[in-house]
């Protein structure tokens, strides 16, 4: 008897090439020079992290020690 609803999401797991990560597309720019802008909105926006509640000195801070050069945007 045939097997009913083998879902295969991903496609086939014995596949190598599914498996293997695909090469970066261009070399990743040091944290340091990248820019990200913390400011305090009441309203959600895409492609964004929120916080609850006024967390914009904790976020500088947190990014900051991580390696970041955040900046405060108005708002």
Do not use: Y
């Not at 947190?62 to 955040?70: K, N, Y």
């Amino acid at each position: 008897m045939a097997k009913k609803g083998g879902c295969q999401e991903f496609g086939s797991a014995s596949s190598a090439a599914s498996l293997a990560r695909p090469a970066a597309a261009s070399p990743v720019t040091p944290r340091a020079q990248q820019q990200i802008r913390v400011q305090r909105t009441k309203a959600g926006k895409d492609g964004v992290i929120e916080l609850q509640g006024d967390q914009v000195a904790a976020a500088l801070a947190a990014l900051e020690q991580a390696g970041f050069r955040p900046k405060q945007a108005e708002g």
